[in-house]
């Protein structure tokens, strides 16, 4: 985010907490001045909340040019 933040994209972070989410927002735009940064709420263990995200997008009426999809990962070993 920061990269395409620094060459003046129009970045759109997402967070499922958007007090964390819009603090993330702030220090990027302090450190790059950019200011085409947004957060949008988007929790993916609700397909309902996914459902909504696409919508509040789609109003938006922007173009998507490139999506990161970066999620953390909890890998479990089961021994049996």
Request: aromatic content about 2%.
């Amino acid at each position: 985010a920061r990269a395409l933040a620094t060459a003046r994209a129009h970045v759109i972070i997402t967070a499922r907490d958007m007090a964390k989410g819009a603090e993330v927002v702030d220090e990027l735009k302090k450190s790059t001045g950019n200011e085409h940064i947004d957060v949008m709420e988007l929790d993916l263990s609700s397909l309902t909340a996914v459902r909504n995200f696409v919508q509040r997008f789609r109003e938006r009426k922007l173009p998507i040019h490139l999506l990161i999809c970066k999620s953390n990962v909890l890998a479990i070993c089961l021994r049996g």
